[in-house]
């Protein structure tokens, strides 16, 4: 690792994600979910991806649908609100977001009165631990396209849901039924 990181410090390299690095890294990412056309953006953490991504969906008048337990509604300090965004929660299922919950609050939110509900919110595994299955995400990701919504999914703890025993979805697999997630 040191000969490496001296290696590299000693040769230059242009910035702002163009060194080979960056792109090499990308490449990779490009690979696995076997997408060669996917955008691959390096932001600093879990929080400034959800606020970049979220904050980029969003009309001003539009919101983002999540469980009551998610992390963008419990742990992050109000960085969506905070862009004039609202974020319409619903009870899990053991930490989970269901069809029938994202059903609903589009059901209701029906006016020009009303925000408008623009994207769902899921972080795998879940902020309870549990961890979605295939059948799950591909019933949450024809809901969204149904609906006309966005899926993403927050990555944080997504390591740890790929290689639970409970999963059964691969990486490319997920990445083809969400339309933006993070590592």
Known sequence: VLEALQTANLSQEVGYGEDSFTKSAAELIRGTIGNPRAEVHFVSGGTQANLIVLSSMLRSFESV????????????GGALEATGHKINTVPGVNGKLVPAAIENVCAIHDNEQMVMPRAVYVSNSTELGTVYTKSELQGLSQTCKKLGLYFYLDG????????????????AELSALVDVFYI
């Open 65 to 76: 649908i999540a469980v009551e337990s998610g992390h963008i509604n419990v742990h992050e």
């Open 156 to 171: 944080a703890r997504l390591g740890s849901a790929l290689t639970s025993k409970d999963s059964d979805i691969t990486l």
